[in-house]
């Protein structure tokens, strides 16, 4: 298949990774060829890929802070130019599928008008105007879309919409490796905001008496002054934001991975990278964490310091043979191509018997204030 894959342009597609999201893009892509498909990935400059077209100069983020223009004429202006230009060159360009990775609603719009073949992978959990235009596309046989986890398809069927389909999120299990000698420490990857939970990981480090290595961009400042600066010491450290290849090291030569979300976390990438590395997973029961450790790792309900600093101590009974097994078996990245090319094939099915539109579609469709996460 010939497949346009559109990213959100928040961030680059390009390493360090910013988050989970940014991650995801690059293994779909690189999946997606790997298993013999012709793939363009259609995103901002700066991104790293082989088949990279530039829809915009820079990531919004340099040029509008999401913090400062959330939810502003200039953002929303900014990325309807940039997602204009990816769709001129997706109608004329032979694709036999996009693949949305955007969160940007009025693609959906675009393409089912335009009877082009469509899947939207939806990492955040149903709002506004997303939800809206993933509910009046699943009224088009050639529009599809995904969620990353069955809680998240939980929220979507509470609000009326039980068309998606869910393919896990995949993690390199061919990168992603164990190590014949771990560490004394743990882990914390990931982006250093409030709903992420890192202040609660590092006074659960403090309690138990363990040594724990931070890994991840620093979005809010303020919050990382007050509640992650003060605990570096004694054995916490932040290490600031480093390439794949480091944390791959350094998680799979750890003795768990602490994956503390305050939000229900729609799927949970980090987890998944270091079940793949044999590191069991120690961390707070929200959203589709569960679904992603299964028995490979201690979960604890609530945000409960105290739980966690006990189950922190109790990491050493977890198998790491197990946790490496259940990342082949159920989160790697050829599972979640498989589960993509199912929902390929049929929007494309469903392209080939759709009307021709009446009138061409047009690339100045209306107006959003996409929200992206």
């Known amino acids: 298949m010939k497949i346009a894959v559109l990213a959100h342009i928040r961030h680059a597609i390009a390493e360090p990774f910013s988050g989970g999201m940014e991650a995801h893009c690059d293994m779909l892509c690189r999946g997606l060829r790997a298993a013999g498909h012709d793939v363009d990935l259609f995103a901002a400059s700066g991104s790293n890929d082989p088949g990279l077209i530039p ?13 400062v223009y959330r939810g502003t004429r200039e953002l929303a202006a900014y990325q309807r130019d940039a997602f204009a230009l990816a769709l001129s060159r997706v109608e004329g360009g ?36 997303m939800f809206d235009a993933v509910l009046a596309g699943c009224e088009y046989p050639h529009i599809g879309a995904t969620v990353t986890s069955r809680d998240q398809l939980s929220l979507w069927t509470r609000k009326g919409c039980d068309a998606l389909e869910v393919v896990h999120n995949g993690v390199d299990t061919a990168s992603w490796t164990p190590v014949e000698v771990t560490g004394d420490y743990f882990t914390w990857v990931g982006r250093i905001t409030p709903n992420k939970g890192l202040g609660h990981a590092v006074r659960a480090a403090g309690k138990a008496g363990t040594r724990l290595k931070i890994f991840g961009p620093v979005e809010d400042a303020a919050y990382f002054a007050e ?11 932040y290490h600031g934001h480093r390439s794949a290849d480091i944390l791959r090291k350094a998680v799979a030569s750890a003795r768990g991975a602490l994956v503390t979300p305050l939000w229900d976390e729609p799927f949970g990438l980090v987890a998944a990278e270091a079940l793949s590395c044999g590191t069991p997973v120690i961390g707070f029961n929200r ?18 310091v105290d739980a966690l600093a006990m189950a922190i101590a ?10 490496r097994q259940r990342a082949i078996d159920h ?19 469903a392209s080939r018997l759709a009307p021709v539109p009446s009138l061409a579609c047009s690339s100045n469709f209306s107006s959003t204030s996409a929200l992206l996460a």
């Open 55 to 67: 829809i915009c100069d820079a990531p919004y983020d340099h040029v509008l802070p999401w913090h």
């Open 94 to 129: 032979g694709y036999d599928v996009v693949h949305n990775n955007s969160l940007f609603p009025d693609i959906i719009e675009w393409c089912a008008n335009a009877g082009i073949a469509c899947v939207t992978s939806q990492h955040v959990p149903p709002f506004g105007t």
């Open 227 to 237: 509640e992650v600066e003060p605990f570096l010491t004694n054995g916490i450290e």
């Open 287 to 304: 959203g589709a964490l569960a679904e992603v450790v299964g028995d490979c790792g201690c979960l604890v309900d609530g945000a409960d």
């Open 314 to 323: 109790n990491a050493g009974q977890i198998s790491r043979a197990a946790c």
């Open 331 to 349: 989160l790697s990245i050829e599972a979640m191509i498989r589960g993509y090319e199912g929902c390929y094939a049929k929007v494309i099915s």
